[in-house]
């Protein structure tokens, strides 16, 4: 898979982790669903020990209530594809 399709998917899901503050009550019973999801679809898109890792990060971000802001599959693409390119680079 590209890289910006990577992108692509991953503001798609992080969107999805949105819907729950959009309807209350039931928003928060979506994350049940959507933690366990989100977290196997991260070890999908990023491979190897880093999507393990980021996969568990997801799986906490959903789970916990009011931490569904944080966009983590776009900030895995930041780091993946922006940050740690640099760095090999350097």
């Known amino acids: 898979m590209?890289?910006?399709?990577?992108?692509l998917l991953g503001l798609l899901f992080d969107a999805l982790g949105f819907v729950s503050?959009?309807?209350?009550?039931i928003g928060e019973f979506s994350d049940i669903i959507w933690a366990p999801v989100s977290a196997w679809l991260m070890t999908k898109l990023?491979?190897?020990?880093?999507?393990?890792?980021?996969?568990v990060i997801t799986f906490v971000?959903?789970?916990?209530?009011?931490?569904?802001?944080?966009?983590?599959?776009?900030?895995?693409?930041?780091?993946?594809y922006v940050f740690k390119s640099k760095s090999k680079n350097n």
Do not use: C
């Open 61 to 80: 971000e959903e789970a916990l209530p009011g931490f569904d802001v944080i966009p983590t599959f776009t900030l895995m693409w930041l780091y993946t």
């Open 46 to 55: 990023y491979k190897g020990r880093e999507g393990k890792i980021a996969g």
């Open 21 to 25: 503050f959009i309807i209350p009550g």
């Open 2 to 7: 590209k890289k910006y399709q990577i992108l």
